[in-house]
């Protein structure tokens, strides 16, 4: 599809923050403010944000970075930058400081990681994030594999990608056959909306659980994308048909560049409690990372109406 796009703004905002849109995520887009496109298209708001000097990082990620692109915020388990490239570039990606950008990504800082998780031994699991670990070729992301499983306190694995909504045409058969020798692994998936639900990614995800790799969904609430009830119900009941388990839905982490996607917890709120009464499979956990490094925490609906005691 051609999008009227306005070619001198979309390069100031590429000055800034990359773009990236493949055929296949493009053949989504209806328009340029459907749900799809205010993901995937530039816009001019990401600069305005640029000039009030919001904060990069504001869960200040480099701080409890020990190693470059290694995040060590929870005693037992690290977050491990492998890529900084994504199949798509989500206009409002928490680390938009860095993905797009693909020499803040080396085998050097690979290899780091890799040696700092080996010393030490109280780090059990190893969550693989980016960018997307899923665009590394095989043989880079076999090698990272397969020093992380050698690892002897090293318990779980965990991938996070959104290739298989962005490109599914990814997860080939070499692929998904070099995951399935690194056990227990687990894949947590991104979808923010029932129209990135397509045949393609259903296929993507079978292939994916066939080899045994448990699969969850962690959706971001994005303001004018997904923030409403029926929205967000129809994603979590068909997110459970291709097999994928609800897990997280986030509280937007407001970064420079991305407040015009901010919702309000308000509004989270409501859509979680329109969610309890469909099946309990579809109902994830509404978390919000604390501004200043201070971790994840669950947001609940107030359900509480009289003294529990009298029921
Ligand atoms: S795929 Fe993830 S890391 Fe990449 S741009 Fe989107 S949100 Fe950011």
Redesign the pocket.
């Known amino acids: 599809m051609i999008l009227p796009l306005d070619k001198s703004r979309i390069e100031r905002i590429i000055n800034f923050y990359p773009m990236r849109i493949n055929p296949y995520y493009l053949s989504l887009i209806k328009h340029a403010n459907c749900p799809i496109g205010k993901q995937a298209i530039p816009d001019i708001r990401e600069i305005d944000d640029v000039n009030i000097a919001g904060n990069p990082d504001p869960l200040c990620e480099e701080i409890q970075s020990p190693v470059t692109n290694l995040i060590h915020r929870y005693p037992d388990r690290v977050l491990f930058m492998v890529s900084a490239?994504?199949?798509?570039?989500?206009r409002?990606?928490?680390?938009?400081r860095k993905?797009?950008y693909p020499s803040v990504v080396t085998d050097e800082t690979r290899n780091i990681g890799i040696e700092y998780i080996k010393n030490n031994k109280h780090i059990q699991e190893v969550v693989i994030?980016?960018?997307?670990p899923l665009l590394l070729e095989d043989q880079i992301l076999d090698y990272i594999l397969k020093g992380l499983r050698s690892i002897d306190h090293i318990e779980i694995l965990r991938i996070?990608?959104?290739?298989p909504c962005?490109l599914p045409q990814r997860i080939t058969k070499d692929l998904v056959d070099m995951l399935r020798q690194y056990h227990p692994l687990f894949i947590n998936i991104?979808f923010n909306h029932p129209d990135e639900i397509t045949k393609e990614a259903s296929l993507a995800c079978g292939a994916l659980s066939d080899a045994g790799i448990p699969l969850g969904c962690q959706t971001?609430l994005l303001n004018g994308v997904n923030n409403e009830q029926n929205i967000i119900k129809t994603l979590m009941k068909k997110l459970l048909t291709i097999r994928v388990r609800p897990y997280y839905i986030h509280q937007l982490d407001v970064v420079r560049g991305n407040h015009h996607f901010k919702t309000t917890i308000e509004d989270g709120l409501d859509i979680m409690q329109s969610l309890y009464g469909i099946s309990g499979l579809c109902v994830p956990q509404y978390m919000i990372d604390l501004p200043g490094g201070g971790g994840k925490v669950p947001l609940l609906p107030q359900y509480l109406k009289y003294d529990a005691v009298n029921i």
Do not use: L, P
């Open positions: 490239e994504c199949a798509m570039y989500c409002f990606c928490m680390r938009k993905v797009g994030s980016g960018g997307d996070h990608s959104r290739v962005t991104h971001v």
